[in-house]
């Protein structure tokens, strides 16, 4: 285990530069004294390794530094080309960079270890998208991943549900959302920077423009799409329909509806009624779009409010009782 944390720590510090004792302890899961003793060991074995002192200060090793450990286990080497995204990585205009790093790295690796590669790539494959829809094909993503990668400011403009506007933005990132692609941009030219995403294939135009812009260290990528993600679900549904629910239909809620929905559904539940039905919110983005929705669960639901979402269910109900009687 310690060997393990070692060897950890070297590659951080040789791959990040400087790295505090909190930001390690966290890393490896263990205690801030731990990562002190683990420093002294890599000192002691010959590791120049060195502690720069102050609120800013931390780890790094000696200049010029660079380790030749390279060994891979065999999970290792099983998990490396699963790591690989053939699609999107040729989507960003880096199929061929992809590619040709997979190649170099399956070249240095043991004979027995080659076999191991080669055998994931042939059992496992990652297809993106979700069903029942295509993924996004924008002529625009290589050059805003160019523009992400050189911290580039670019000018876009963007159809919005309300229309069109012309932003200018500093791009700092792209997600991949079920075949989807985001920007993740700060706004450019304002008195107070906003931090928003974009769906890249409604970039109508682009141009990448000459001015670089310093990026906020601060910023993290994968935090911000977790936060931005979570709001944007919740801010789908805005409006709780009061309802009764059948054990079976509450069964068929996250099939249907998504973790959101069913996450409400359960947290707001009460005691079961006599005939087993229970009451609980439902979230609904509009009454017009709520209606197929709910109608989807047939008699296993029944909308106490809002008045006009039950009137409205009811006679869609109605209508098609009569077509069929």
């Known amino acids: 285990m310690r060997a393990s944390r070692l060897l950890t720590i070297l590659l951080t510090l040789q791959t990040r530069g400087l790295v505090t004792a909190t930001e390690l302890a966290e890393q490896l899961e263990v205690s801030v004294r731990t990562v002190y003793r683990d420093v002294e060991a890599l000192g002691a074995a010959g590791v120049p390794v060195y502690a720069e002192r102050g609120p800013a200060?931390?780890?790094?090793?000696?200049?010029?530094?660079?380790?030749?450990?390279?060994?891979?286990?065999?999970?290792?080497a099983d998990a490396l080309f699963l790591a690989g995204l053939p699609?999107?990585?040729?989507?960003?205009?880096?199929?061929?960079?992809?590619?040709?790093?997979?190649?170099?790295?399956q070249a240095g690796l043991p004979a027995e270890l080659r076999d191991r590669v080669g055998r994931a790539q042939l059992r496992f494959h990652l297809d993106a998208p979700g069903w029942h829809r295509e993924a996004d094909r924008s002529p625009e993503l290589a050059r805003i991943a160019g523009a992400v990668w050189t911290d580039r400011r670019i000018r876009v403009r963007y159809r919005r549900w309300a229309g069109e506007v012309t932003r200018d933005l500093e791009p700092y990132g792209l997600v991949l959302k079920a075949g989807a692609w985001y920007l993740v941009a700060r706004t450019a030219g304002e008195g107070e920077h906003r931090d928003r995403t974009y769906r890249?294939?409604?970039?109508?135009?682009?141009?990448?423009?000459?001015?670089?812009?310093e990026r906020d260290p601060s910023f993290d990528l994968a935090a911000y799409w977790q936060t931005w993600s979570q709001d944007f679900v919740e801010q789908l549904r805005p409006i709780l329909a009061d309802v009764l629910v059948t054990e079976d239909a509450r069964a068929m809620v996250r099939h249907l509806f998504g973790a959101h929905v069913a996450d409400t559904v359960e947290a707001s539940a009460g005691e079961p009624l006599p005939d087993g039905r229970i009451r609980a919110d439902f979230p609904i983005e509009t009454i017009e779009v709520a209606v197929p929705e709910l109608l989807r669960l047939g008699p296993g639901i029944e909308i106490l409010g809002p008045p006009e979402l039950r009137a409205r269910v009811a006679a869609e109900a109605r209508a098609t009782a009569a077509r069929y009687a």
């Open 87 to 105: 699609g999107p990585a040729a989507e960003l205009g880096l199929g061929a960079v992809v590619a040709s790093a997979q190649l170099k790295v």
């Open 57 to 76: 200060g931390g780890y790094r090793l000696l200049e010029g530094f660079r380790t030749r450990i390279n060994g891979l286990t065999q999970d290792e």
């Open 200 to 213: 890249v294939v409604r970039i109508e135009e682009l141009d990448v423009l000459d001015e670089a812009f």
